[in-house]
């Protein structure tokens, strides 16, 4: 098992990686909290699997909201409903939320967590493999509005997250794959190695050492940028031309590990136009290695409007993260009327 600890400027995350870790979560809970009540956040397609075993781990009141899967419950309304059964319960400032499943119950309960009562502390206890290399680290928290995606949140870190690679075993393989665009993302930006380790026909074997390199990147990052004001923008490799991509398809056509995975091919053909060794030969095979699309799906001119209404935008400049050797991301800042020329040539 594997430890790792995330200095915020409010509270310490402690983070345990390792198959089997679910199964003492009451132990670690108990090292670092004195709850008298747990209230646990889940959806409709993890409860089935493991929020009976989770709640039965503890000796005292468990209370639970099980909301319907999937992204468009994402919403203010889904948080009103938390809160009333936070209400309900009895749930206290010194009491624990518990966030059990993927990207979507992380950020609402760690953002219902982060207001109720001005804060409660969380637990992320991330089963998609996106949300244990990438969202239930690092406190971003938030909900969807009806104007777009995410524009309504908190930094508010989780002081305990336990990752139990054993919990991956239940995903649908496509799922599965959909976090390995974010598993290649962290090998791009920051080690190498990890390329090399998912090109193995065996990675599974070793996923848990996959995981624990990735969280790892992603700590040592939001530790050093924990509000998101510069070098953590490197964690948005193949994010900016995926976000248009996920844009275009109304978030229904691709995936975000999808259209992260078609937007880092894009940002490395577009860095090979600019003069730099071509990565994409290479990364393109490992993505498809993994069952992960390449080639961009809409119209370079509809791909850039999309991309000017990106909330990343600042002024006449973007800014553009771009990997000139695998293991090395470097923020560069774009004319938009420059990156505008490079995506029509893409
Ligand atoms: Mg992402």
Same mark, same amino acid.
């Given at each position: 098992?594997?430890?790792?600890?995330?200095?915020?400027?409010?509270?310490?995350?402690? *983070?345990?990686?390792? #198959?089997?870790?679910?199964?003492?979560?009451?132990?670690?809970?108990?090292?670092?909290?004195?709850?008298?009540?747990?209230?646990?956040?889940?959806?409709?397609?993890?409860?089935?699997?493991?929020?009976?075993?989770?709640?039965? !781990?503890?000796?005292?009141?468990?209370?639970?909201?099980?909301?319907?899967?999937?992204?468009?419950?994402?919403?203010?309304?889904?948080?009103?409903?938390?809160?009333?059964?936070?209400?309900?319960?009895?749930?206290?400032?010194?009491?624990?939320? *518990?966030?059990?499943?993927?990207?979507?119950?992380?950020?609402?309960?760690?953002?219902?967590?982060?207001?109720?009562?001005?804060?409660?502390?969380?637990?992320? *206890?991330?089963?998609?493999?996106?949300? !244990?290399?990438?969202?239930?680290?690092?406190?971003?928290?938030?909900?969807?509005?009806?104007?777009?995606?995410?524009?309504?949140?908190?930094?508010?870190?989780?002081?305990?997250?336990? *990752?139990?690679?054993?919990?991956?075993?239940?995903?649908?393989?496509?799922?599965?794959?959909?976090?390995?665009?974010?598993?290649?993302?962290?090998?791009?930006?920051?080690?190498?190695?990890?390329?090399?380790?998912?090109?193995?026909?065996?990675?599974?074997? +070793?996923?848990?050492?996959?995981?624990?390199?990735?969280?790892?990147?992603?700590?040592?990052?939001?530790? !050093?940028?924990?509000?998101?004001?510069?070098?953590?923008?490197?964690? +948005?490799?193949?994010?900016?031309?995926?976000?248009?991509?996920?844009?275009?398809?109304?978030?229904?056509?691709?995936?975000?590990? !999808?259209?992260?995975?078609?937007?880092? #091919?894009?940002? #490395?053909?577009?860095?090979?136009?600019?003069?730099?060794?071509?990565?994409?030969?290479?990364?393109?095979?490992?993505?498809?290695?993994?069952?992960?699309?390449?080639?961009?799906?809409?119209?370079?001119?509809?791909?850039?409007?999309?991309?000017?209404?990106?909330?990343?935008?600042?002024?006449?400049?973007?800014?553009?993260?771009?990997?000139?050797?695998?293991?090395?991301?470097?923020?560069?800042?774009?004319?938009?009327?420059?990156?505008?020329?490079?995506?029509?040539?893409?």
């Amino acid at each position: 098992m594997y430890h790792l600890t995330l200095k915020g400027s409010v509270s310490t995350s402690d *983070i345990y990686i390792g #198959a089997g870790v679910f199964g003492e979560t009451a132990k670690h809970v108990a090292e670092k909290f004195h709850p008298s009540r747990i209230h646990i956040v889940t959806d409709s397609h993890v409860a089935p699997l493991y929020l009976e075993q989770l709640s039965a !781990q503890f000796p005292i009141a468990v209370t639970s909201t099980v909301i319907p899967a999937g992204e468009e419950h994402k919403n203010l309304d889904t948080i009103a409903g938390i809160y009333a059964d936070l209400c309900a319960a009895g749930i206290t400032r010194k009491d624990l939320i *518990i966030a059990l499943g993927g990207g979507v119950i992380g950020d609402m309960a760690g953002f219902a967590a982060a207001t109720f009562l001005r804060g409660v502390s969380v637990c992320q *206890i991330p089963t998609t493999l996106l949300a !244990q290399v990438d969202s239930s680290v690092g406190g971003k928290t938030g909900v969807d509005l009806p104007q777009g995606k995410n524009l309504v949140g908190a930094f508010y870190q989780p002081e305990l997250v336990l *990752i139990d690679t054993d919990l991956l075993s239940t995903l649908p393989d496509s799922t599965f794959c959909d976090g390995m665009a974010e598993v290649i993302k962290y090998g791009c930006i920051q080690n190498a190695s990890i390329l090399d380790m998912v090109a193995e026909s065996n990675f599974k074997e +070793n996923i848990t050492d996959i995981v624990y390199e990735c969280v790892s990147i992603k700590r040592d990052v939001v530790q !050093q940028d924990e509000h998101d004001t510069g070098l953590r923008m490197i964690l +948005n490799f193949g994010h900016t031309i995926g976000h248009a991509c996920e844009k275009l398809g109304n978030y229904v056509d691709l995936t975000h590990g !999808q259209a992260v995975a078609i937007g880092m #091919a894009a940002a #490395a053909k577009l860095n090979a136009a600019l003069g730099a060794p071509d990565l994409s030969e290479r990364l393109i095979e490992i993505l498809k290695a993994h069952h992960l699309p390449t080639e961009l799906p809409y119209a370079r001119e509809e791909i850039y409007g999309a991309l000017l209404s990106d909330k990343k935008k600042m002024a006449n400049t973007m800014n553009f993260i771009l990997v000139d050797r695998f293991g090395e991301a470097k923020i560069h800042p774009f004319a938009i009327e420059e990156l505008h020329q490079h995506i029509l040539a893409l």
